[in-house]
């Protein structure tokens, strides 16, 4: 029989399996599952001539996520073994790991997740073959309803009659599942099970609470281990824990999920906003401010009440309803429809700093990057189809340009296409989703597509990055709009001297300015470029006779633009410092006798390193160099 595995044409006997051609054929070890949907089983009892057969391995995505979500049932296997009385849930996949919820009338505290992993590592070592059944809806009802599984049954009966439904064996545990699932525990050697969280059954806090526990796993030891060692780094550049210690900001019960900036936060918060104004300014942008509060009707028409119902703000004046508003685009097509415009005036580009506010759930706030007031540096782009292409490639470039200057240069890009929700005829979406794909290819871009996740008025294009832990971000976007200039009437005067509407470009680099905020005092580790620092310098005198001198130097640089500061305390220079090298500013200049009586500084760095005696004019000079 002639089959082709992993684009290797093999000749395979007739009673050969398909395991049997991987061995004799494939040196890998990692291989996980064949085709993705189907085990190397499966496929066994359906090679046919000229099969074409793709294995996955743990290096590949998709195998790495087999391998997390076959751990995820043997956690079910353990904890099962340990607590029979627990109800099991569901059990996804997740970035690093796997979770699952379960219903427990007993505790599950910290010191249990041990018992339960030394269990899983017995189970994982038995060598369990994990088998597939495809069974009927009914038989499957039956199964669960057989070991009191409530939450299995519920899930079952929701599945439409014509689907495929497999439950996954090793030993005496069963679960539902999908899959696919690797072929044996044995491959399942590198996990932890990380933390305990509460959870609601549908994820609704009207329903059953529950308890959710989350592991990792790795096809290897160090990889688990080089995780977990970035996950230690992370903790100790957490922004929440760096922006108290750097006094950045805070937050507080009285205002949850929104933020107080302090003086050295409210700085950075800003130096990044008058860098994007000047980019918008360089290119063509008209800066607006728009009301933080709009009735309801205009929120109904843009198709965002339907949308983001229950993340607005209500409230209520003189009997009229109103919303606080949770983006800023209804408010910039209101700023276009005022006066005529023509063809001649377009690309038409409005920018804003737009505060808003959505009502996320108080349980996934996380100190700047998920918080329920915040910045965006929206900007929106009225345009004809003709300009489309252009002016997604002016943004790409942009965009591009500004991750550079904070030093994030290893990016992922994703076009995300039309999701089930959705406004517009799939014409609209069509074209919109081709004139995408038309931009990135004419600018040589890489990109994979994020099928079902575009905007629900029109398809974009995803920026992601990574950070100096290799963890990625998901920050700019650049989305086309067919549908809302319409809804909203926005129009313009064609050459012909006709009426049409014009296709409405959304765009943000930083996303959200907080959030953006939160990111680099992480990847930065609150080591902040010499440009961003809240303050630049401090200057620090041995003894009171250098007061004079240390204070002129102060005033001297401030003139010269820099954010300086003097530490004229009586602490011993020692103290002094080690205090200011751990608020990580960038610069100390020292002022004793022989800096007083030359006229000089002696520079260190935060890192510890002595630069040396200069000159201000020197110091200045290296100053603007590294800002440069």
């Avoid at 529950?210 to 550049?237: D, V």
């Avoid at 001297?556 to 500013?585: F, P, W």
Wanted: hydrophobic share 35%; net charge neutral.
């Amino acid at each position: 029989m002639k089959i082709t595995v992993n684009n290797k044409n093999i000749e395979a006997e007739n009673n050969e399996t398909l395991e049997d051609v991987v061995k004799k054929h494939f040196k890998e070890k990692n291989i996980v599952a064949a085709n993705v949907d189907n085990t190397l089983k499966d496929l066994s009892d359906n090679l046919t001539e000229n099969s074409n057969i793709e294995l996955v391995t743990t290096n590949h995505k998709d195998g790495l996520d087999i391998l997390r979500h076959s751990c995820a049932h043997v956690f079910g296997h353990a904890i099962k073994q340990i607590y029979p009385e627990v109800k099991m849930v569901i059990g996804p996949v997740i970035d690093n790991g796997f979770y699952y919820d379960i219903l427990s009338n007993e505790p599950i505290t910290e010191k249990d997740l041990k018992v339960i992993e030394n269990r899983m590592r017995k189970l994982a070592k038995k060598n369990y073959p994990i088998k597939r059944q495809v069974v009927s809806k009914d038989q499957a009802i039956s199964i669960f309803n057989e070991r009191n599984e409530p939450y299995k049954v519920e899930l079952l009966k929701e599945i439409k009659n014509n689907e495929i439904i497999a439950v996954y064996h090793h030993e005496e545990y069963i679960d539902m599942c999908r899959g696919p699932h690797l072929t044996n525990t044995k491959h399942i050697k590198a996990f932890k099970l990380m933390k305990i969280s509460g959870s609601y059954w549908k994820g609704n806090s009207n329903n059953q609470s529950l308890t959710r526990i989350y592991g990792t796993a790795w096809p290897t030891l160090e990889e688990q281990e080089s995780y977990l060692q970035s996950l230690e780094e992370a903790e100790k550049r957490d922004h929440r824990l760096l922006g108290k210690k750097l006094d950045l900001f805070h937050f507080q019960e009285e205002s949850p999920g929104m933020v107080f900036w302090h003086d050295k936060g409210w700085t950075v918060f800003n130096l990044i906003k008058d860098f994007i104004t000047s980019h918008l300014r360089k290119n063509n942008y008209q800066v607006i401010n728009t009301p933080q509060i709009l009735d309801k009707s205009l929120w109904k028409k843009s198709g965002h009440l339907d949308k983001f119902g229950d993340l607005i703000f209500d409230v209520g004046s003189e009997k009229k309803e109103f919303a606080i508003k949770p983006m800023s685009c209804p408010g910039h097509i209101q700023v276009f429809n005022q006066g005529l415009k023509s063809y001649k005036d377009l690309p038409l580009k409005y920018a804003e700093f737009g505060v808003v506010h959505r009502n996320e759930p108080s349980g996934t706030l996380h100190g700047l990057l998920r918080i329920r007031a915040f910045t965006q540096d929206d900007a929106h782009i009225f345009c004809t189809t003709d300009q489309i292409e252009r002016e997604i490639s002016l943004l790409i470039n942009d965009i591009k340009t500004i991750y550079n200057k904070f030093g994030f240069n290893d990016l992922k890009i994703e076009l995300s296409t039309r999701p089930e929700k959705r406004v517009g005829s799939e014409e609209i979406w069509d074209k919109a989703e081709d004139s995408l794909k038309k931009a990135l290819d004419l600018n040589n871009i890489e990109f994979s597509i994020n099928a079902g996740d575009g905007a629900f008025y029109g398809p974009k294009i995803d920026f992601s990055l990574k950070d100096s832990l290799s963890r990625v971000w998901q920050l700019g976007t650049i989305q086309l709009d067919f549908s809302m200039p319409g809804r909203l009437s926005a129009s313009y005067i064609d050459a012909d001297g006709t009426k049409d509407t014009p296709v409405m470009i959304h765009r943000a680099i930083l996303g959200s300015l907080e959030r953006f905020v939160g990111i680099l005092i992480e990847h930065y580790s609150g080591n902040l470029p010499l440009w961003l620092a809240p303050t630049q310098i401090t200057i620090l005198n041995i003894t009171d006779k250098h007061k004079e001198y240390s204070t002129s130097i102060n005033n001297q640089l401030i003139q010269l633009g820099y954010r300086s500061e003097c530490d004229l305390s009586n602490e011993k220079i020692g103290y002094k410092i080690r205090n200011h090298a751990m608020t990580r500013v960038p610069y100390m200049l020292i002022i004793g006798d022989k800096e007083l009586e030359d006229k000089k500084v002696t520079v260190r760095d935060r890192t510890g390193n002595d630069l040396g005696s200069m000159s201000i004019d020197q110091f200045c000079e290296m100053l603007k160099n590294e800002i440069n």
